[in-house]
């Protein structure tokens, strides 16, 4: 069957810094982010320094050239440097903070119905190992508020919780979950909590030392658009002592002067490429640079963007707000309309999303949430408004 194809949307000015396929509809920038094409030409440079000399540069000048991304990191997260560390991802960072808890037989792990299913896997892993359960609170979706969602998470709490994993933006349902919130009243009760800011920086303005966890991550290739590869793990002090990495390497016994413990443990995991990281500082600097405000121009451009479009799509498509806007960052999930509820299907990627893909040049994720078929999108500076109009145009011919 033909299917008309509506005509492509104009391109944001600003994407020419990105390098991203000329005739892509590239509204998923939430799943693995997109570098700008200045910092892919640095890391090339520093690739190419560091096969043309490996031990100068993965040896002698390493905590050189890793020193200049923990400042400018620290800066924009509010922490002090001493309590970040580099990892590649923010699934490693919660694996190491998972495998460092002391749970006890019958002791309860406490995570939500929205939280991201890799890092689920590493609590189950730890608690079956303990001998201690998984309890799951069940978020409504739709949601009407932040209470709703505080109320759930607490009405999860047993006498034998120990600890909690806490999305701070949900990845399937792309919620800004009320953390300071949900951390204060964990906390306060003790039991440490560990927020899986995957999507937060960059997106929010976390303040980490003032948040009050036990542990914070968040992955650096998203919203910041480092390369990939680039993401930290953040440790109260009081939680640092007794923090494993997922890799435990030389620096459990070799100090290092001007370092903590806990960065050395970290700070080489093996031989790895660290060229991620050491472009860290250039990226924060590149893309803040790109609108006069800086970093809160490119959150609030972004949230605004993508308001917008979810107001957009919710009106073409016909369908209701599962949240309210505030609850909104730099992403929006939009439920499909009534007849593409329900479908069952084989293979882990919706027919519909291919669809998009091979005949519009769309993409854009489908997820499920509470069992209701959504897709999500996502802004960044490389996005405009007329994209989702074409992605409504397009839904519509499916």
């Given amino acids: ?15 020419r810094h990105w390098a991203l396929a000329s005739d892509l509809v590239f509204l998923n920038h939430g799943s693995f982010g997109a570098c700008p094409i200045p910092i892919l030409e640095l890391q090339r440079e520093l690739r190419g320094l560091m096969e043309a000399s490996p031990i100068e540069f993965l040896h002698r000048r390493y905590d050189e050239r890793m020193a200049p991304g923990r400042s400018a990191l620290a800066r924009f997260l509010g922490a002090r440097p001493c309590d970040l560390v580099p990892v590649s991802n923010a699934t ?23 939280d991201y299913n890799a890092c689920r896997n590493a609590l189950e892993v730890v608690a079956t190992r303990a001998e201690a359960e998984v309890t799951v609170a069940d978020l409504p979706f739709p949601v009407g508020s932040d209470d709703e969602v505080v109320a759930a998470v607490m009405a999860a709490v047993t006498p034998r919780t120990r600890y909690a994993m806490i999305d701070h933006v949900t990845s399937g349902s792309a919620l800004v979950l009320p953390v300071g919130r949900i951390v204060g009243e964990l906390e306060s009760r003790g039991i440490r909590v560990l927020v899986d800011g995957a999507h937060a920086p960059g997106m929010l303005e976390p303040d980490l030392s003032r948040l009050g966890a036990s542990w914070y991550c968040g992955n650096l290739h998203k919203w ?73 121009d490119v959150r609030d451009r972004n949230r605004s963007l993508v308001r917008e479009a979810r107001r957009l799509l919710l009106d073409r498509l016909g369908v209701e707000a ?67 109009a074409y992605l409504a145009d397009c839904i519509g011919r499916l």
């Fill in 1 to 15: 069957m033909f299917v008309s194809v509506p005509a492509p949307p104009p391109q944001a000015p600003l994407r």
């Fill in 92 to 114: 490693t960072a919660v694996n190491a903070a998972a495998r460092s808890w002391k749970l006890e037989p019958g002791d309860r792990v406490l995570t939500t119905s929205h």
């Fill in 224 to 296: 910041p658009c480092a390369p990939k590869g680039c993401a930290f793990l953040w440790a109260r002090e009081d939680m640092q002592e007794a923090l494993q990495p997922a890799v435990v390497s030389h620096g459990n016994n070799t100090p290092r002067p001007g370092y903590t413990a806990f960065q050395d443990r970290f700070d080489w995991p093996g031989t790895w490429d660290p060229t991620p990281w050491m472009c860290l500082a250039p990226v924060l600097e590149f893309v803040g640079g790109l609108l006069p405000g800086g970093w809160k």
């Fill in 322 to 388: 599962p949240c309210p806007e505030e609850m909104l960052g730099s992403m929006a999930t939009v439920p499909l309309p009534g007849r593409f509820q329900p479908v069952t299907f084989q293979g882990p990627v919706a027919p519909e999303q291919l669809r998009l893909y091979h005949e519009f040049r769309i993409e854009v994720p489908f997820v499920r949430c509470n069992g209701v078929r959504c897709f999500r999108v996502s802004a960044h500076l490389h996005n405009r408004i007329e994209e989702y």
